[in-house]
């Protein structure tokens, strides 16, 4: 069994070709810049109208890199789908100046810019530029996505969806979709679109990158000799952490990473073990929310991944770094491995 495993983050896109007849350490690994950060150097680099197509894909630098590009007096037209990189409301979007394309005209001389997430074709040039063979059975992808309710703003929908699963102790891996993403994630189904344009014919296993992490942290070599723990991911953004016991998650708070400290994750991380953790206090500090179901029995090491992990080191709790397969940086892609093996025997 061949799979390719891509999670895509704000600052890099982690991607592992597995292949369960090899060692996990010898699977072929890549670490790029994520597709956003490319893209917008993209668009700094050229001097003309541009004309964007494709798909919803995580915006980060595109917003910025557009609004530089309009104000030296460039033209930016995108089409509706894609234009909701920008806001889910396409309203908004022109109130930035940019216009979204009319199906009747043409755009000749603009420079064309196709968004998404995921490119298999450029992989597969580069893992095929070294001679290796580019060819697998199944395809998951990690993408984070706060969902979109027209009546809510993202940060509550997204936890209240987060709420809607977990109420009762479930895997981490429970959190993986495959052929049954809500319409509500339309980056999710903007992935699964781009995969079916690029000839894709298998159903990809597509989950949020916070618990794929979550899933993918579980496999470190500390963290499975372990019973309860807590497991936290502190990205560029977000910073997400889960209790974990019995292999099912207890309780979850989500945070905005420039929020905290090593203090208050020392203070809400423990909250979050025993159980005295509220929704409230984590969302009036802005975040997006807390949800307990119930205490771990005993905090026995809090597991830590992500890019802003140092973070932690300011805490006086007992943490480690995740490890899964040898490998920091693949944290994201083992736990879709693992969520893709779990669903697949379920």
């Keep these: 069994m061949k799979i390719v495993a891509i999670d895509v983050g704000t600052g890099t896109q982690d991607i592992l070709i597995y292949d369960d007849e090899k060692e996990l350490e010898n699977s072929i690994k ?17 001097e003309n109208d541009i004309y964007f197509e494709g798909e919803i894909m995580g915006g980060g630098k595109l917003k910025n890199a557009i609004l530089e590009h309009m104000e030296k007096g ?3 037209v995108m089409e509706p789908n894609c234009a909701k990189t920008i806001r889910d409301n396409l309203e908004q979007v022109k109130s930035y100046g940019i216009k979204i394309a009319n199906p009747n005209e043409e755009y000749k001389g603009y420079t064309k810019i196709s968004l998404g997430d995921i490119n298999i074709k450029k992989l597969a040039k580069v893992v095929i530029e070294y001679d290796l063979d580019f060819d697998f059975d199944n395809i998951a992808i990690a993408v984070q996505d706060h969902g979109f309710n027209e009546n809510m703003g993202d940060r509550d929908f997204r936890f209240e969806k987060i709420r809607e699963k977990l109420n009762k102790p479930i895997k981490p891996e429970e959190f993986g979709f495959i052929g049954n993403v809500p319409n509500y994630y339309s980056r999710m189904k903007s992935v699964e679109k781009r995969l079916e344009d690029e000839g894709i014919d298998v159903k990809p296993l597509i989950m949020d990158t916070k618990f794929a992490s979550i899933a993918g942290m579980q496999y470190d070599e500390i963290a ?36 905290l400290d090593g203090k208050s994750l020392d203070t809400y991380i423990t909250k979050l073990a025993n159980g005295t953790i509220t929704n409230k206090e984590i969302y009036e ?62």
């Design 285 to 346: 500090d802005h975040g997006h929310g807390a949800h307990v179901l119930n205490p771990l029995s005993k905090l026995e090491k809090v597991i830590v991944t992500g890019p802003k992990r140092h973070l932690i080191e300011d805490s006086g709790l007992d943490w480690h770094h995740a490890c899964p397969g040898g490998d920091v940086m693949m944290t994201g892609t083992i736990g879709l491995i693992k969520t893709h093996e779990y669903l697949k025997s379920g």
């Design 74 to 76: 460039y033209e930016v």
């Design 30 to 46: 890549l670490v790029l810049p994520s597709p956003h950060l490319y893209i917008a150097q993209k668009i700094r680099e050229i």
């Design 224 to 259: 499975k000799g372990l019973n309860s723990y807590v497991v936290i991911d502190i990205g560029n953004g977000h910073t997400t952490a889960a209790s974990i016991e019995d292999g099912k998650i207890q309780g979850l708070f989500e945070h905005h990473t420039s929020n």
